[in-house]
């Protein structure tokens, strides 16, 4: 049974910076994909970014690029979330996902089987 568990979350104010972790368990975690999304009250899933099995590609959402920046350790099964320059609009649930098979695509919500229960992030103005 995959598990993911996100920490990391909290208040911070606009200009700041947190960092978020995935711990994951259940399988060999550096064989698959890892994804972030999130999302706001009334608003659908976003992606927020993407890392390939070894870390070698990555992928941002068009507003956190420059931002943002997703990491893995494959030692540690984690993957991880830095937030930088935060705003009161990326204020929202961060889910952490995982794909069940080696391949395909991991920009969309449906490209991936296994969810975190998700932490909070608030950027007060």
């Known amino acids: 049974q995959v598990q993911l568990v996100e920490s990391g979350g909290g208040l911070v104010q606009t200009g700041g910076s947190l960092r978020l972790s995935c711990a994951a368990s259940?399988?060999?975690?550096?064989?698959?994909?890892m994804g972030w999304f999130r999302q706001a009250p009334r608003k659908e899933r976003e992606f927020v970014a993407a890392?390939?099995?070894?870390?070698?590609?990555?992928y941002y959402g068009n507003s956190v690029k420059g931002r943002f920046t997703i990491s893995r350790d494959n030692a540690k099964n984690t993957v991880y979330l830095q937030m930088n320059s935060l705003k009161p609009e990326d204020t929202a649930v961060y889910y952490c996902a995982t794909r069940r098979s080696y391949f395909g695509p991991i920009l969309a919500a449906s490209d991936y089987d296994y969810w975190g229960q998700g932490t909070q992030v608030t950027v007060s103005s």
């Open positions: 259940g399988r060999t975690f550096s064989n698959y994909p």
């Open positions: 890392i390939t099995w070894n870390g070698d590609n990555t």
